[in-house]
Nanobody, 121 residues
Framework: QVHLVESGGGLVQPGGSLRLSCAVS????????LGWYRQAPGKQRELVAAISGDGSTNYADSVKGRFTIARDNAKNTVNLQMRSLEPENTAIYYC???????????????WGQGNQVTVAS
């Protein structure tokens, strides 16, 4: 069974930085997109950043210039570096693999369990 396991969340002061990591249990042979979503209390889940299969990246307007998504092929992880964090960034962050062929499993969409990020002084 494929698992996406997030780590790196926690409490940080406004203006601080955090790095989220998503470890994928199995070789990723192909995918449509690897990304990070977030869901704040009372709000819908939204895309934060994603990497497409061709290597292009996409960011929510609110995080452009502050967040960076990157894939580490050697470690089989997808990481989200977050800088200049704001209280509005407080949410549960989810890792996603869309249209992914991982290990010997057929193409599917996968989600991590979620990781809390809290930005507060």
């Amino acid at each position: 069974q494929v698992h996406l396991v997030e780590s790196g969340g926690g409490l940080v002061q406004p203006g601080g930085s955090l790095r989220l990591s998503c470890a994928v249990s199995g070789t990723i042979f192909s995918f449509n997109a690897l990304g990070w979503y977030r869901q704040a209390p009372g709000k819908q889940r939204e895309l934060v950043a994603a990497i497409s299969g061709d290597g292009s990246t996409n960011y929510a307007d609110s995080v452009k210039g502050r967040f960076t998504i990157a894939r580490d092929n050697a470690k089989n992880t997808v990481n989200l570096q977050m800088r200049s964090l704001e209280p509005e960034n407080t949410a549960i962050y989810y890792c996603n693999a869309a249209g992914a062929v991982i290990a010997w499993y057929p193409e599917n969409d996968y989600w991590g369990q979620g990781n809390q990020v809290t930005v507060a002084s």
